[in-house]
């Protein structure tokens, strides 16, 4: 056995008393070179000298570099210095197992949200490496989850001293900067994170979420662009597009990305909303009342998208899905009287008067100061002729909300006989009606004048008349 054994042996040891294996906390390509190192007393030749070159160029002066050093110094009988290779690189072995324990029982204890102890568990592996990057990256982590943004700052602050062009300490520093509100910070630790060319999708999802906060959508849509080009399935980010699209006023683009988002998502109850809000607006009326449908099936009991559909049933005059929408709201809302408010009404409208009357009653029933449902309870006494109980729903109707003004209209009109018949509402003259109206006045006036003169004239003579006869004496 020769000295290489009986070094590497021992670091194995330490290592399987400390449960680890042999693992080294340095970059990936140095682990994966310590593993190849078993493998070289099974070669020999030039297979052997390439694969010690291999391992070289992978970790030069890492444990597995310094083994195969030391079998090449003791190769050529140089057994001083391949002494020294060997055990530098079993201190190495060691010292990392050492220290790499301390990460994997941080990071055990940051998963189970033990943070106070994930943050002691790193700092005892800065104590024994000061300048480990890693761990400094996993400290700053159990910092943020902690809510210490402070503490996190400092520490990947440390980070970027021992080295200012760590990419995973730039991006961390840009988040936690956004965290606290620092926007101008925030986005030149997150630009500088991107330098590396690597592409951090997460980087450019903040930055995107820094512009839209600012309100720089030009700038957010770029960005939603970009990870879209990688993530081109992803439906939030179509969403999230489509909203940038909206707030600049860009409604068809808008509309689009809305549509893309649903069709990736259909199930997602604020993409259909938003979708059927866009359309509305745009007076879409048929597309808008689709997707609050779709809304509606997703999501039963959400009363803008159900307000707004009633809203386009009127309008459209689409009265059979109004009255089952109306029907359907009474049984999703028991207690809420405005929805037996609202099935009356259309049953009022569609002089179906009894079956208003029992949903106007179920709505005062439920709420006895209901104004609205009150008035219709009088409007249909009326109807039916019941002039006493429509004085007394009118009435309570009235104290309930003086500012109904057509409840305080139909009490000046009602009578106190029994045989009560209400009377017809007057139809107001038409513009022309009343200009011809105007005119007729007009021409009238003037036919007044014209004998208020004739008169005047007459009654002069008259005066002139009866001058003459007084100034004339009789004989």
């Not at 943020?144 to 995973?168: P, R």
């Not at 259909?272 to 607006?281: M, S, T, V």
């Amino acid at each position: 056995m020769n000295i290489r054994t009986n070094f590497l042996l021992a670091g194995m040891i330490v290592a399987a008393a400390s449960n680890l294996g042999v693992t080294v906390a340095y970059a990936d390509n140095c682990t994966d070179a310590l593993k190849m190192v078993p493998l070289l007393s099974s070669l020999q030749g030039e297979k052997l000298n390439e694969q010690e070159n291999l391992i070289l160029q992978m970790c030069n002066e890492g444990p597995a570099g310094r083994v195969v050093r030391g079998d090449r110094y003791e190769r050529a009988a140089d057994l001083k210095r391949a002494v020294a290779e060997y055990r530098t690189a079993l201190t190495e072995i060691t010292g990392d197992v050492a220290t790499d324990s301390h990460i994997r029982q941080g990071d055990r204890h940051l998963l189970a949200r033990e943070y106070g102890k994930a943050i002691e568990e790193y700092q005892q592996a800065l104590n024994e490496r000061p300048d480990w990057t890693e761990a400094l990256l996993k400290l700053a982590d159990a910092h943020l989850a902690t809510g210490d943004d402070d503490e996190a700052i400092d520490v990947l602050k440390k980070c970027l001293k021992i080295d200012k062009n760590n990419i995973d300490a730039r991006y961390s520093l840009g988040v936690v900067y956004k965290r606290k509100g620092l926007l101008a910070d925030a986005e030149t630790e997150l630009r500088e994170s991107l330098k590396s060319g690597l592409g951090n999708l997460d980087a450019h999802r903040h930055l995107a979420e820094i512009y839209t906060i600012r309100g720089d959508f030009q700038q957010a849509i770029q960005e939603y662009r970009i990870l879209l080009e990688r993530q081109g399935d992803n439906p939030l980010l179509h969403f999230k597009l489509a909203r940038a699209y909206e707030r600049s006023k860009r409604y068809k683009d808008a509309i689009s990305e809305y549509k893309i988002s649903v069709l990736l998502a259909p199930g997602n109850i604020e993409s259909n909303r938003e979708l059927a809000i866009l359309y509305h607006n745009e007076e879409m009326l048929d597309e808008a009342a689709h997707h609050y449908r779709e809304t509606l099936r997703l999501k039963q009991d959400d009363r803008s998208s159900r307000n707004a559909l009633i809203t386009i049933y009127v309008k459209q005059k689409k009265y059979d899905e109004l009255l089952a929408l109306l029907k359907e709201e009474t049984r999703l809302f028991p207690e809420d009287p405005d929805s037996y408010y609202r099935f009356g009404l259309l049953l009022y409208f569609m002089k179906d008067f009894d079956a208003a009357q029992h949903e106007y009653r179920t709505a005062v029933t439920l709420k006895p100061n209901h104004a609205k449902a009150l008035r219709g309870l009088g409007k249909i006494a009326m109807i039916k002729g019941d002039g006493s109980e429509a004085r007394k729903y009118l009435l309570e109707s009235q104290k309930a909300d003086p500012s109904l003004l057509d409840t305080n209209q139909i009490l000046n009109d009602l009578k106190e006989e029994n045989s009560f018949q209400p009377k017809p509402h007057k139809i107001k003259k038409t513009f022309k009606s009343k200009k011809k109206f105007v005119k007729s006045k007009k021409k009238s006036g003037k036919s007044i004048k014209k004998a208020r003169g004739g008169k005047k004239k007459s009654g002069k003579t008259s005066k002139k008349s009866s001058k003459k006869k007084q100034t004339k004496p009789d004989k």
